[in-house]
């Protein structure tokens, strides 16, 4: 059994076949356009999923705290006005931050609520002496918040009765190794001391200095707050809605509730700047493909007179003839799709090998997601049909006896 | 004895067409011309140059619409169809052979045949390649059904566009100069098959020429001059 293609295909491919050359530019152009957008598409989503992905990965989506203590002008009696004084800096607990953690756990988007008591710090060894930051926590609950355990580089990250997990900066500051001792002293004159169970490397210097892991009661003792946490720290299901999770529970709490998206403002900002650039030049590459789909095709429409008017003599109706030409324009977008993403690919490959991290791995992974490659075809191809509508219009209101009588 | 009463398969009453309606160049060129064809006739189409030929037979080709009076195809008046019937009238009812053989060059010859069966049924199938290629047998040409137009002489061409024309076994065949380019030998041949192919299918054929040897072969003879039928033989 013989493949018959129907009438529209079967004109359309052979025109296509028939002129090669022009087949074969605007089968590059397409190509080109693609691949720009695909390639570009790819590495910025890669980028900014890794840069966010960085961001996150030392910090909570959202953070309770109590109500921050302003400085208050006050008015006396009289009229004088006088300033009063912020408060010494104590810690201050969340009020009854269990029914607090509840209420956020059942939030809509919300995957996991920590509490964490927090508050500063000397670690001492020997003669040396390093300011921290002390985190009481449930290690099961904060692990859900910071993946703590794919940093570690010595040990678990477990903490249990007096033992702590400390950062790498620390460890060598200290010449701290595992199961080593270490001492923290409080302002408020109590100290304990710790057994090291675990060391992390978090990707950051300063982290990796300053935060001392140990258990919420021996944090509340130690940093008198009996009971109480200093924050609430919330994972939510998608980091784009965190803002959204945080006004909700702020509305419902009346606490001070931020979510990494305030914290990094600026850094969303960039990103989104340049996600509004990446749009403009994808929007210009569709418009300069399908101009160049266009403007052959238009020409193609006028070399091909003579073959239109045959066909419309023959039978060929109008709708036929539009047929004919879109299908060109969705075959050159289709194939050129195809070409593109593999040109995409290969471009990933190359430019993957050549820039890498600090460290020698790559700075992007060189790989395509197939929704990328689908997303492309389905564009590449509608923005070839619409490209062909003017000719392909042109081409089914030509007048069969112009063509016929020349 | 009694005639019967078939209805013609071309009949044009006062038919008149001009060019730019409107405009101060506005040109009468066809004024008012009567003519029936029957089943089965094999006239020709003669006349000086720019007397309207190519023009009438486009208009009855429903190529081209007249300005006024009537044209009937089959019994069915063209004025009433849309364009969209007028295009299906065209491809199942009449059968073009053109001065310039205007084949598809990017088609072979078996598939230029084959078109007007593509058109009309949206999709080639066995029996239309059967069919296409009876009658590349008949014009002699059963070897080339594989070339493309490009590689056949004049005279194989025009033949390819006859075989084409006949493809769905039409019931008028208009044929515009159809040998005005071959030569006379040639000629001959073309003018041969179109007859032998009007007796077999009983086809009426209508066919522009120049040359009065050839006219004189035909049943009838329409002269045309300045868009006035000047006789009718
Ligand atoms: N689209 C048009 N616009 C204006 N005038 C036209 C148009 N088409 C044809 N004509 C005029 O109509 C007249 C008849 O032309 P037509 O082509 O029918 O002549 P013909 O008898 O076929 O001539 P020939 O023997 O040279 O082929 C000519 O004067 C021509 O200039
Ligand atoms: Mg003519």
Redesign the pocket.
């Known amino acids: 059994m013989k493949l018959r293609l129907p009438f529209a295909p079967l004109v359309a491919l052979r025109f296509l076949r028939e002129g090669r050359m022009q087949t074969l530019l605007i089968l590059a152009g397409t190509t080109g356009g693609v691949a720009v957008i695909v390639f570009l598409t790819q590495l910025i989503t890669q980028l900014q999923a890794q840069i966010v992905d960085r961001v996150l990965g030392s910090q909570a989506h959202v953070v309770i705290r109590p109500t921050e203590e302003a400085n208050r002008r006050a008015i006396d009696d009289q009229g004088f006005a006088s300033l009063v004084e912020p408060r010494a800096q104590r810690l201050r607990s969340v009020d009854q931050w269990e029914s607090i953690a509840r209420l956020a756990a059942g939030m809509e988007g919300v995957t996991a609520v920590s509490p964490v008591v927090t508050g500063p710090a000397f670690a001492v060894r020997g003669q040396a002496n390093k300011s921290v930051a002390l985190m009481g926590v449930d290690a099961e609950r904060y692990r859900r918040i910071v993946r703590m355990e794919e940093y570690m580089v010595a040990g678990r990250f477990a903490v249990d009765g007096t033992r702590a997990v400390i950062g790498s900066e620390l460890a060598k500051d200290l010449g701290i190794r595992l199961e080593d001792k270490l001492r923290v002293a409080l302002p408020n004159g109590r100290d304990e001391q710790l057994q090291v169970g675990g060391i992390f490397d978090i990707g950051n210097k300063d982290l990796n200095r300053r935060w001392v892991f140990v258990t919420l009661p021996l944090a509340q003792s130690l940093l008198d707050l009996p009971g109480g946490v200093s924050n609430l720290d919330l994972t939510v299901a998608d980091i784009f809605d965190a803002q959204a999770v945080a006004d909700r529970l702020r509305g419902a709490t009346g606490l001070t509730v931020d979510s990494w998206m305030q914290t990094n403002a600026q850094l969303l900002a960039a990103l989104r700047n340049q996600t509004v650039s990446n749009n403009l030049i994808r929007s210009f590459v569709v418009i300069i493909v399908a101009l160049g789909i266009a403007s052959v095709l238009v020409v193609s429409v006028v070399q091909k007179q003579k073959e239109i008017g045959i066909l419309r003599a023959m039978g060929a109706s109008r709708s036929m003839i539009l047929q004919v030409f879109l299908i060109q324009g969705a075959v050159v977008g289709a194939v050129g799709s195809l070409f593109g993403s593999l040109l995409a690919f290969t471009l990933l490959n190359v430019f993957s090998s050549i820039y890498r991290n600090a460290d020698g791995s790559p700075l992007f992974a060189a790989e395509l997601e197939p929704r990328f490659i689908l997303m492309a075809a389905l564009v590449a191809t509608l923005v070839g049909l619409a490209s062909a509508l003017i000719p392909a219009r042109r081409a089914a209101r030509m007048d069969p006896v112009q063509a016929i ?1 020349s | 004895m009694s005639t019967p009463t078939i209805a013609p398969v071309i009949e044009l009453a006062g038919l008149t067409k001009a ?2 309606i409107g405009t101060p160049v506005e ?1 009468e ?1 066809l004024h008012g011309i009567d003519l029936s064809l029957a089943e089965g006739e094999f006239a020709a189409l003669i ?1 000086p ?8 037979l486009n208009i009855i080709g429903l190529l081209e619409r007249p300005t006024g009076g009537r044209l009937s195809i089959g019994g069915r008046d063209t004025a009433s169809l849309s364009e969209a019937e007028i295009t299906q009238l065209r491809g199942r009812s009449i059968g073009f052979v053109f001065q310039f053989h205007h084949l598809l060059p990017a088609f072979t010859a078996l598939e230029n045949v084959m078109m007007p069966t593509i058109i009309a049924r949206g999709a080639a199938d066995d029996e239309a390649e059967t069919m296409a290629l009876a009658l590349l047998d008949a014009v002699g040409l059963k070897a080339h059904a594989h070339k493309k137009p490009s590689q056949l002489s004049g005279g194989q061409q025009q033949r390819v566009a006859i075989a084409r024309a006949l493809g769905l076994k039409p019931r008028l065949i208009l044929a515009d ?1 159809p040998t005005g380019n071959l030569d006379t030998h040639t000629a001959d041949d073309i003018f041969a098959l179109l007859r032998e192919f009007n007796r077999q299918t009983r086809c009426a054929c209508l066919i ?1 020429t ?1 040359d009065p040897r050839l006219a004189e072969r035909c049943d009838r003879i329409v002269r ?1 001059v300045d868009g006035h039928i000047a006789g009718s033989v």
């Open positions: 009588r | 060019y730019n040109t060129v006349g140059s720019g007397s309207g030929k190519s023009t009438l100069e522009v120049h045309l």
